[in-house]
């Protein structure tokens, strides 16, 4: 295949300005990918000593990646406001003619990041249709996304991209520090018998999916495999196959995982590759937010063992 670099592919057929803000996030997420590389080397790991609105202890490398992203993305005149995983608001750059919004999540996975575990950051392009850009804005159902896509700091730093109904790959060279095309489009495979789930909550989810699963595993048809990093466990599912589970449970029934800024992005990235995703019997794509950082349960991934699971019953 010869080479091509992510901005000249985007310079061929895509909107230019759609195409700055993709190569905005890609350039916020090479400037973390240093940062995530170098660990403790880099001064990024270990505790930031302060709480986001989730609740959830900030790690260093969140605040350090959330302050890139806003800095690059805050920068595009075509941006009209982001809103972040660790942000309480939506941020708003008064651009009230700004076609673009883009929520993200700095870096998922961030309980991985002190062990050396592939974590990511995950975006969604939402267009703006003029007004005032506030936590409003964001509420669309995710079938609106212009772009989506996560970047995943791993052995390798692969951005995977939903733009104009594909999913495609680009894998930073380390010596350019540019991204590359190298999967111009991911197609899901169908019946791989694999189940992405951390089987402890298997249990507690309140949904007929636990029962199923665990007939899966224990009649030995189905693996199992969860790394605890989104970007992880769903760039495996892409490549390889198979489903990812996080459903509602008995004591969290909208369960962990953020529609906006998580599973949205993801669900139009597993669609352009031939998948579903669903909240229960709803399809994620379509489910009209109703606030910012609104968790879902979130079943994603072949549509045969989607069924077969019980997700689309
Ligand atoms: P659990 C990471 O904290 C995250 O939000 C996702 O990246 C990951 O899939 C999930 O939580 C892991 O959750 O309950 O298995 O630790």
């Given at each position: 295949m010869s080479r091509i670099n992510l901005g000249d592919w985007l310079a061929k057929d895509s909107e230019a300005r759609l195409a700055s803000v993709i190569l905005d996030v890609a350039s916020a997420c090479v400037e973390i990918s240093r940062l995530v590389r170098g660990g403790a080397l880099s001064g990024a790991l270990g505790e930031a000593g302060a709480v986001n609105v989730q609740g959830e202890t900030q790690k260093k490398l969140d605040v350090l990646s959330n302050e890139i992203c806003k800095a690059r993305l805050g920068a595009n005149a075509a941006i009209a406001a982001i809103a972040s995983e660790e942000e309480d608001h939506a941020v708003g750059f008064e651009r009230p003619d700004a076609p673009f919004l883009v929520a993200f999540d700095p870096l998922d996975g961030s309980s991985n990041i002190d062990v050396n575990v592939t974590i990511g950051t995950i975006f969604s392009v939402l267009p703006h249709r003029g007004g005032e850009a506030g936590d409003d804005a964001f509420l669309q159902p995710g079938r609106n996304q212009l772009a989506s896509g996560y970047v995943s700091y791993g052995?390798?730093?692969?951005?995977?991209?939903?733009?104009?109904?594909?999913?495609?790959?680009?894998?930073?060279?380390?010596?350019?520090e540019t991204f590359i095309l190298t999967h111009e489009r991911i197609v899901m495979p169908g019946g791989t018998p694999m189940i992405g789930?951390?089987?402890?909550?298997?249990?507690?989810?309140?949904?007929?999916?636990?029962?199923?699963?665990?007939?899966?595993?224990?009649?030995?048809?189905?693996?199992?495999?969860?790394?605890?990093s989104m970007v992880a466990d769903i760039h495996r599912m892409l490549h390889q196959g198979g489903v990812f589970l996080y459903p509602g449970q008995v004591d969290k029934p909208n369960g962990k995982l953020r529609l906006l800024y998580e599973c949205n992005p993801i669900a139009l990235?597993?669609?352009?590759?031939?998948?579903?995703?669903?909240?229960?019997?709803?399809?994620?794509?379509?489910i009209e937010p109703e606030t910012l950082h609104q968790r879902i349960g979130f079943a994603s991934g072949d549509p045969e063992l989607l069924t077969l699971l019980r997700v689309t019953a």
């Open positions: 052995p390798q730093t692969c951005l995977m991209l939903a733009l104009g109904g594909k999913t495609l790959q680009f894998t930073l060279d380390p010596a350019t789930a951390n089987l402890s909550n298997l249990a507690r989810w309140a949904t007929p999916i636990s029962e199923a699963a665990r007939a899966c595993l224990d009649g030995g048809t189905h693996n199992q495999r969860w790394v605890g990235l597993v669609a352009n590759a031939g998948g579903a995703s669903f909240f229960g019997a709803r399809r994620v794509l379509e």
